[in-house]
Every structure is written in C-alpha cells, then in structure tokens.
C-alpha cells in the first residue's frame, strides 16, 4: 500500500493533540494508519517499527514534526497528507485562540490571584518552566516526565526555599482543595488525605475510599523519584507538614513504592511529630522493626480498607460476586489448550503493574517486566516472554507520545500481538478512568478486545481476560456503563487491582496443577 | 524554610497557569477551577548559519 511521510521543521504541537489528530487522520478515506508525532527518538523508533521508512525521517530532530501515512491508493495517500497538514494548521489557529497569556509573566500580571502552575511540556524544558514558576511563588504541578534527577534536586530546593511544593515531576495526580488536576477519580470530600510517590496508587486508594463511602480531603502528588537516595523524601516531607495542620485532613496515608533508607528515616521522623493516624503503604517493603504505632499494609486495597475502618469500623471492600470468580476459572479451565499456559499483564497504571508483579512474585517461571532489572527483566520491552506484566506507561514507551491512558494505541497493538500468541492464556488488564482518561476508554477497549479474540478464535484459541477497573461511580465516563461495554465483551471485570490479580494468580495456578 | 506560609490547603480557590497540554487545563476548567492558558512552544535552537547570515544583514 502507498505510503507517504512528511517532515515539518520545527513545528510543535503538545502530544495529547497530536493524538487526537491522528486518530481523525485515521477515519479518513482509504486510510489503513495514520501517525502525527513529534520525532523524538522512541517516536523514529515506533514508526520504523510499524513499516514506515524514510531516511528523511530517521534524520529528522526532536522538535521536527513527521506525518506518517498508509492507504488504499496513490490519491488517497496525497490526500490525507494534504487533510494533515490542513489539520495541523487549522490545529495551531485554535491553539492560539485558546492562548491567554504569552508567558507566565503575562498570565501573573494579567491575573495576579494565581496561585498554581501546571506544567506538562517536553522534560527537557521542563526544570526552566517550574523553577520560574518557584521562583514566582507558586505552587507546581509538574506532570512532565524525563526530568534530570540533578534537575528534580536543584528545584526542590528551589521549593523549600520558597516554602511552596514541587509535584513531580512525572507527577500524574493530585486533589486539592476537590480540584482534581491530571489524572485523578471525582471522589467525595472527607478526612483522609493521601500523599502519593504514585499515581495510579493514589487513584486506586481513593477510589475504592469512595466506594466505602469514606472521602479525601487533598491528594498531593510527590513524582515517583521523591523518596529516591538523592532527593530524599523532599515534597513528601513538605507534604506531610501541610496536611498535619490541615483542619480538613484527620487520616493521612503514604503511598509509595519502597523508599530509600535515607528517604524512609526523614519521612518517619515527620511522622512522628503529627498526631494524626498514618498509614503507611511501601509496596513490597517490609515493614520497619523499630515503626511500632505506625499502620502498614502491603496492597493499595488493604491500605484503602484499613484507612476506611478508622471512619467506618463497618467498612468492607467492594469485589465481583465469588460465584462470577469461581464461573470465570471454570470457564478459562474448560477451553484452554494444552499450550496456553502464561499471563500477559499490560498496564497503563505504572503502581497496579509494580503490584501486579508484587502479588504474582512466586507463580512458577517468575513474571518478566520492564519494572524488573534482575534476571526476569525483558529482553526486548516491545516482545514478552513467559509470563510478562508490563508498565506501558513507563518512560520507555511514553516519550514524546500520550500516556496511556490518554493514547490506547501502543497498548492495544500490544494486545493485538499477545492474542497472536498460542502460549498466551490470560490477558490481565488495567482501565483507569476519572479526569484525564479518555471519554469512553470502555468502548475502545472493548473493540480492541474483540479482533484479539478473533485472531486467537481463527487459531482454535480461547483468550479470557481480567480488566480491573479503577475509578468511581461519580468518574465523567460513568462506571456502570465502562463495566456493562466489558461484561458484554465477555471480560471479568474486577473492583481492585489486587483481586484482579488474585484471581489471574488463581488460574495460573490451577492450569500448573 | 522562608517565613512566607504556603497556602496551598488554605482553602483558596485554585487560580491555575497551565503551561504545556490543553487537556489538563481543559479538565480543570470542567470542574469550574479558574485557568489561564499560556502559550508554549520549545526555545529555538541556536543556529550558527543563521546567526552568520543575520551578522552579515545587519
């Protein structure tokens, strides 16, 4: 098929509407693929991948912009190309008139009230753009990835030394003051307030708060690398002053995974000081011997129960009916052939896959993971081997393209590959909705998951798959209509990432007996 | 640490800068949270050429 790439100089769009573009390039006529993307390098690396070659391409930089196109004809090729570059332009005109200030300067002098800045651009730039924010006494969301951890020190100083909080960076969520701000679930107003060195460990907890009817009163988001040897738990520290005089905040819980000695030691002597109960959760780390008083509980749900008990003794997790548990297995068991045998995790939520890998640890063969950086780490991030559960939003996957979360695309190609594969006996899904995800991630997944089964069903296959949805029942996407589109995809939808995970234990387990 | 307090949980509305996706501002600005976009595209790079050229028109 005819394909065509173009490479437009120094022309940026941010990755969210370069997106949303290529999926409207997608619906034109003739189109078989379409990609509009900055040309960063895992971007050249992509489009190789997908058969697009061109040595304009390959040399082309980071802040290039290349159009990539496949179709039926010639003509339909030159067309959507001409559609693309009507787009873009048409694109940068509406950008402009979304545009109210020209610079942070401007916006200040313009609105001197603000007292908040959200950063998201390209990691490079990123530290210019919060320590100018810090330096103007703001407070920082910085949701940018691919920052320097020199970078990440220098500006936390920067914030202690202003006494305003660094979020990040690679900070996904927060909820202050009911403001949710990246990705983050609508959950009810309440006493407990999270602190968070991980995002879809934050959703996760306070979502399934919210389904036991306990509410948040703030999350703050401290990026991943907060309690890392170098920064040493600087905004989680910082954090926990301002929600032990918060009046609002009566819990707090700390989400994490496993600190840095160093890290851990400041964090516990913060701790000590406040007088509220804390609850600590360092997947994967064994509690402290000299921690006694202090709460820890080893899985985002238990730590969402244990904290709900402290408002309602009476509280009780929401999970799918065992007997839907016990018909799944049976089901899975029953049309299995003899050479399925392994799970394929593919996670958008970086947290639900370290605790996928966490609750899987012993099963037989071991589980292979780009989380990992032993001898089950993978080989080749893009092919799985044996059991394989993966962080599809790691850095590795997300430069220069959406999270995830926002872009399916990557993940569902990947989904598309496992069904391709005869040893694969389980798919084990995230979905995380609430601000910030996709309008109907459902719909899309349900789609994506249907041509998978066809491509294992031409093989004689059976392909049973677990999706846990995260989120509530107040989430823009409606929850009852995301489960209802998966339950009719013939999916086993879980209410937690550890009962996901449990049950995908459970058959793995049952098929080695 | 400076003596000006943060007021981050003060219980003040949020009055936003987003600097980067639209979408991120979009979301707030759903939830009735006051946001300013500002416009943002990547530094241009020094080019020698170019800076030659402009020498030379100059």
Same mark, same amino acid.
């Given at each position: 098929?005819?394909?065509?790439?173009?490479?437009?100089?120094?022309?940026?769009?941010?990755?969210?509407?370069?997106?949303?573009?290529?999926?409207?390039?997608?619906?034109?006529?003739?189109?078989?693929?379409?990609?509009?993307?900055?040309?960063?390098?895992?971007?050249?690396?992509?489009?190789?991948?997908?058969?697009?070659?061109?040595?304009?391409?390959?040399?082309?930089?980071?802040?290039? %912009?290349?159009?990539?196109?496949?179709?039926?004809?010639?003509?339909?090729?030159?067309?959507?190309?001409?559609?693309?570059?009507?787009?873009?332009?048409?694109?940068?005109?509406?950008?402009?008139?979304?545009?109210?200030?020209?610079?942070?300067?401007?916006?200040?002098?313009?609105?001197?009230?603000?007292?908040?800045?959200?950063?998201?651009?390209?990691?490079?730039?990123?530290?210019?753009?919060?320590?100018?924010?810090?330096?103007?006494?703001?407070?920082?969301? /910085?949701?940018?990835?691919?920052?320097?951890?020199?970078?990440?020190?220098? /500006?936390?100083?920067?914030? %202690?030394?202003?006494?305003?909080?660094?979020?990040?960076?690679?900070?996904?969520?927060?909820?202050?003051?009911?403001?949710?701000?990246?990705?983050?679930?609508?959950?009810?107003?309440?006493?407990?307030?999270?602190?968070?060195?991980?995002?879809?460990?934050?959703?996760?907890?306070?979502? /399934? %708060?919210?389904?036991?009817?306990?509410?948040?009163?703030?999350?703050?988001?401290?990026?991943?690398?907060?309690?890392?040897?170098?920064?040493?738990?600087?905004?989680?520290?910082?954090?926990?002053?301002?929600?032990?005089?918060?009046?609002?905040?009566?819990?707090?819980?700390?989400?994490?995974?496993?600190?840095?000695?160093?890290?851990?030691?400041?964090?516990?002597?913060?701790?000590?000081?406040?007088?509220?109960?804390?609850?600590?959760?360092?997947?994967?780390?064994?509690?402290?011997?000299?921690?006694?008083?202090?709460?820890?509980?080893?899985?985002?749900?238990?730590?969402?129960?244990?904290?709900?008990?402290?408002?309602?003794?009476?509280?009780?997790?929401?999970?799918?009916?065992?007997?839907?548990?016990?018909?799944?297995?049976?089901?899975?068991?029953?049309?299995?052939?003899?050479?399925?045998?392994?799970?394929?995790? /593919?996670?958008?939520?970086?947290?639900?896959?370290?605790?996928?890998?966490? %609750?899987?640890?012993?099963?037989?063969?071991?589980?292979?993971?780009?989380?990992?950086?032993?001898?089950?780490?993978?080989t080749d991030i893009f092919t799985s081997q044996g059991h394989t559960v993966i962080d599809m939003g790691d850095d590795a996957y997300t430069q220069g393209r959406a999270h995830p979360m926002i872009d399916p695309g990557l993940r569902n190609q990947r989904i598309l590959h496992e069904a391709a594969d005869p040893e694969v006996a389980l798919l084990l899904l995230d979905l995380v909705i609430g601000y910030g995800a996709q309008d109907n991630p459902a719909r899309n997944l349900a789609e994506i998951l249907h041509t998978a089964r066809n491509i294992a069903g031409q093989d004689g296959r059976s392909l049973p798959?677990?999706?846990?949805?995260?989120?509530?029942?107040?989430?823009?996407?409606?929850?009852?209509?995301?489960?209802?589109?998966?339950?009719?995809?013939?999916?086993?939808?879980?209410?937690?990432?550890?009962?996901?995970?449990?049950?995908?234990?459970?058959?793995?387990?049952?098929?080695?007996? | 640490?400076?003596?000006?307090?943060?007021?981050?949980?003060?219980?003040?509305?949020?009055?936003?800068?987003?600097?980067?996706?639209?979408?991120?501002?979009?979301?707030?600005?759903?939830?009735?949270?006051?946001?300013?976009?500002?416009?943002?595209?990547?530094?241009?790079?020094?080019?020698?050429?170019?800076?030659?050229?402009?020498?030379?028109?100059?």
């Amino acid at each position: 098929m005819p394909s065509r790439i173009v490479v437009r100089p120094r022309e940026y769009h941010d990755s969210v509407r370069l997106m949303r573009l290529s999926q409207l390039l997608r619906k034109e006529a003739g189109v078989s693929e379409a990609m509009i993307m900055m040309a960063t390098p895992n971007n050249r690396k992509i489009l190789d991948t997908t058969g697009f070659c061109s040595e304009q391409a390959r040399n082309a930089n980071p802040e290039d %912009l290349i159009v990539a196109v496949t179709a039926q004809t010639e003509e339909e090729a030159d067309a959507a190309i001409a559609t693309a570059i009507h787009m873009l332009q048409k694109n940068m005109e509406n950008a402009g008139n979304a545009v109210q200030a020209g610079t942070l300067d401007e916006a200040i002098s313009l609105h001197p009230d603000i007292n908040f800045a959200c950063i998201s651009v390209p990691g490079s730039f990123a530290a210019d753009e919060a320590e100018q924010a810090l330096e103007r006494g703001l407070n920082v969301f /910085l949701f940018s990835d691919n920052v320097t951890i020199e970078d990440e020190k220098r /500006l936390k100083q920067t914030a %202690l030394k202003q006494n305003r909080l660094l979020m990040g960076p690679d900070c996904g969520t927060a909820i202050i003051n009911g403001a949710a701000i990246g990705f983050a679930n609508a959950v009810a107003r309440g006493p407990v307030g999270i602190v968070a060195a991980s995002g879809t460990g934050a959703q996760e907890i306070s979502s /399934l %708060l919210d389904w036991m009817d306990v509410g948040i009163s703030h999350i703050i988001g401290t990026g991943g690398r907060d309690l890392h040897q170098d920064i040493g738990g600087a905004t989680m520290c910082q954090a926990l002053e301002l929600m032990a005089q918060d009046p609002q905040t009566d819990i707090i819980v700390v989400t994490s995974k496993p600190p840095s000695a160093i890290a851990q030691d400041r964090v516990f002597a913060t701790t000590a000081r406040i007088g509220k109960p804390i609850i600590f959760n360092f997947l994967g780390a064994t509690p402290p011997a000299d921690a006694a008083g202090a709460e820890f509980c080893a899985t985002l749900a238990e730590t969402a129960l244990a904290t709900a008990r402290h408002v309602r003794p009476e509280a009780t997790l929401p999970c799918a009916p065992q007997a839907d548990r016990d018909d799944f297995i049976r089901n899975a068991l029953d049309t299995r052939t003899p050479v399925q045998r392994y799970v394929r995790g /593919l996670y958008a939520g970086g947290t639900l896959c370290y605790e996928a890998l966490l %609750l899987l640890g012993d099963i037989p063969g071991g589980v292979y993971s780009n989380l990992k950086h032993d001898s089950h780490a993978l080989t080749d991030i893009f092919t799985s081997q044996g059991h394989t559960v993966i962080d599809m939003g790691d850095d590795a996957y997300t430069q220069g393209r959406a999270h995830p979360m926002i872009d399916p695309g990557l993940r569902n190609q990947r989904i598309l590959h496992e069904a391709a594969d005869p040893e694969v006996a389980l798919l084990l899904l995230d979905l995380v909705i609430g601000y910030g995800a996709q309008d109907n991630p459902a719909r899309n997944l349900a789609e994506i998951l249907h041509t998978a089964r066809n491509i294992a069903g031409q093989d004689g296959r059976s392909l049973p798959v677990i999706v846990t949805i995260c989120g509530t029942r107040h989430d823009i996407q409606n929850y009852s209509d995301q489960v209802e589109q998966l339950e009719q995809a013939g999916v086993m939808v879980t209410r937690s990432n550890a009962e996901a995970v449990t049950l995908a234990k459970r058959y793995v387990e049952a098929i080695n007996v | 640490m400076s003596e000006n307090p943060n007021p981050l949980l003060s219980g003040a509305p949020l009055h936003i800068a987003n600097i980067g996706i639209e979408l991120i501002g979009e979301n707030l600005e759903r939830q009735d949270v006051k946001v300013v976009q500002v416009r943002w595209l990547p530094p241009v790079r020094h080019d020698a050429e170019l800076t030659a050229l402009l020498d030379t028109l100059l």
